[in-house]
């Protein structure tokens, strides 16, 4: 990914939600098939440089350009289902049983990120939460403002500790709604149909 300028450095601009050339600030247009090799790029390099250089505006930048980057490849695993999600639409729609693929499919389309979500390593969470509270409960009996401050530390620290965890819960109940609803296959074959076909609409 080049600009006209020769350069090779690209950055993405939330807001404008456009891909820039960081040396000539002009707009660069990224080929379809390429947009999430240009996106992960700004990523990874956005995130080691905006570590290594305390660089906070590029560190927001970042987060607030992942949701759009996200929305992206769940649109290009969408992409890469329509085949699959077509043949589970036919034989929803003319009442047949869905093979394992099938389940596979829709599996990966409703909740394919939240499935290896759940895989990661939360333990190193957990620890730091009961370090936390341990911290919580000994300076919250003194009224100091080194105890204070410490405390407000600490709060900080938990509401960062506590976001991994609460989408860990979001992503372990959208597992359980999934599976409940697909051994129940009939009572939803209807509202599947419908999600199936807003989807795969041309
Ligand atoms: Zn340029």
């Known amino acids: 990914m080049t600009c006209r300028c020769g350069n090779t450095d690209l950055g993405y601009d939330p807001e404008k939600k ?24 700004i990523v990874q390099k956005g995130t080691v440089d905006g570590i290594n250089h305390s660089n906070l505006g590029e560190l927001n930048n970042i987060k607030s350009s992942i949701e759009d980057f996200d929305l992206q490849i769940k649109e290009n695993l969408e992409k890469n289902l329509k085949n699959d999600l077509m043949k589970v639409l036919m034989r929803l729609k003319t009442g047949e049983r869905l093979n394992e693929k099938d389940v596979e499919t829709l599996r990966y389309f409703f909740i394919g990120d939240a499935d290896y979500y759940v895989k ?60 409940k609803n697909i051994d129940n296959i009939e009572k939803n074959r209807k509202m599947l149909i419908y999600v199936l076909e807003q989807k795969l609409k041309p």
């Open 18 to 41: 456009i891909f820039y050339c960081k040396n000539c600030k002009s707009e660069v247009e990224i080929d379809p098939e390429k947009k999430i090799t240009a996106a992960m790029y």
């Open 120 to 179: 990661e390593d939360f333990s190193g969470t957990i620890r730091n939460i009961k370090k936390t509270l341990e911290s919580i409960k000994y300076y919250s009996k003194r009224e100091d403002a080194i105890s204070l401050s410490r405390l407000r530390a600490s709060l900080k620290t938990l509401k960062n500790d506590l976001n991994s965890i609460i989408t860990y819960l979001e992503c372990r109940e959208r597992i359980e709604n999934f599976e």
